[in-house]
């Protein structure tokens, strides 16, 4: 196997630690109360120590010693950049790439401990198993922080991957089972549920799988990677489920339409009988805490991601999306896509001066008058349309250039043939390396239109307006309406205005349906 993703050492490359007793002298004299001072030090005190020259056996008990702050120091950091819009803010970035980087340089030290035991190094062949999991753990951890983030993977990371599971594979320590308490998963796993782990998730789409979601994938999987086997050979049979692999690649999985350099297969039948008896039991009345599926997710919620994942799992060919494709007006997120429909922008000013025009508005007129601004193309973004299949859509642009996006976010899209505007939700979202933010979309049964809310909220009763969308379906005589997330929550009563402030008392809210990045799907009641 080829592993020259390995930094090159050279005995006169100095780091501020050479052992495990300089490694703890170091870590107590760093500011392990400030986060973001860690983990700058840790990432470059660690990537230096990679091109030291250093006893396999001292590189591996500096690495111990460090590894408790590294996970404490990264827990930290993810909540700068888990979740959020993208693309990522400059400082949610930099915690991004700096936690993304330090995992990936305590795999590497790792990595050279795991090289010194493929060439029957005494002093540390009898821990290459622990080795080969702490390496492995390292990638797992790169790899969630980049789904957390909404990022790509680098373009190296499973041509390491599956380095690591061919060395396990030649020094015979792939099912040996280790306690790792820090993982905060199972009590014990191995290397081969830990590359199991590594390749389920990359096949659940993480990237169109929301917070509760991806929480709710990676603990089933973490129970469930034992199950999963890596082979010489494919199973047979009409339950079996063999994906192939091919450890000289960079790829994920093999597709082949080529002959494999080193083929292996992912026997993932376990799994999906797993997945598929917890189905059964759900829809026969079993709650998901009885089944240990967590409390995250309501029973029907589990039933769709098992469903889902049921479907990913054996189909591990994901369409790339292509770099062009026709320009398109779009307007993201509800205030812009309210104001692309024609509606008028409304703004509030917070100011004293403001506080008591509200009050004087309350006073006169029984609601607040806010300003009004212009509507249109001001709101509209230049987005290329790279694929349309159906009701799904793909699209992509620079990351720069407009609004932040979350999954399920909101979008108006005025579509090249024919300038109809159709409303749609983010169903997958990620930000790439080569700065462009790429979308997928479900378009909308339906005729959008611009409405204004007037809510009276929650317990002063102050009256305030927002803007809402009407999506109108003539085909089943539905209507639904869009408002802001949060907000029918916090009302007394709510009424609705179209865009020239004529009422409309015939719209009365029924049922939440869904909840979006920045709003929520409500039915109209009949």
Known sequence: MNWSFLPPTHAENKAAFFDSDSAARWLAGQPQANAVAMLAGLLAQIDAFNTCRVAPRERFASLEVLRKSVFAVCGESLRRFEHKALPLLPGEQLAFDQTRRLWRACALAYLHCLCAALANDPAIVDQSALVAHRALSCLRQEQMSCYLAGGELDDDFWTVAHALWAAAEALGITRSPLADPLLRETLESTVSGQYAMALLLHLARPSSLSR???????????????????QRTPDAGPESCALALDLSSAAPFHDQRTAAGVARWLS??????????????LAAGESPESLKLGGGLSSAECTALLVALDDRLSDPQVAKIPDQGESIVLAAGLENAYRLLGGIALKEEASSFTSQLIVDQLAVFGHVVRELAASGDSAAELWRLVRRDDDQVQLTRNAADGARLLLRSLLVIRLPADGRQVLATVNSLCSRRDGRLCVSASLLAGTPTALLAEVREKPAGMVTRHPAVLLSNAADATRQIFLPAGLPGRALAIRFFDSTGQPLPGLVLADCAAHGGDSERWSVAR
């Open 212 to 230: 509760a979601q991806l929480a709710a994938t990676s603990r089933w999987f973490s129970r469930w990677r034992e199950q999963a086997k890596v």
């Open 268 to 281: 993932l039948g376990k799994v999906l009988r797993k997945m598929r008896e917890r189905r059964r039991l």
